[in-house]
């Protein structure tokens, strides 16, 4: 159960560590560079509803930032779901 944990938890840090990527290479690379366009495919599906309830502010987004919150408090919770369960 414990691995089963560890393993949630490292892949939700990894698609932490994902959306910080697409926010760094949205200010330096094409939109239409290979590696750029598959970290989009992987982050949008989750970045868009998001997109759709907050709307840009300026020329800020910061939909990344509630997305980052939002898959923390998951693993958080998910993390003490699984301890207690042990």
């Known amino acids: 159960m414990i691995f089963i944990a560890n393993l949630i938890h490292l892949l939700l840090q990894i698609y932490t560590f994902l959306v910080i990527i697409k926010v760094l290479l949205s200010y330096f690379m094409s939109p239409f560079h290979p590696i750029r366009q598959a970290i989009d495919r992987l982050v949008d ?3 868009d509803p998001i997109r759709r309830n907050i709307p ?3 020329m800020f987004d910061f ?5 980052i919150i939002a898959i923390q408090i998951v693993d958080s919770l998910l993390m003490r779901i699984f301890y207690s369960l042990y």
């Open 56 to 58: 840009p502010l300026g």
């Open 45 to 47: 599906p989750l970045l």
């Open 63 to 67: 939909s990344p930032l509630v997305l």
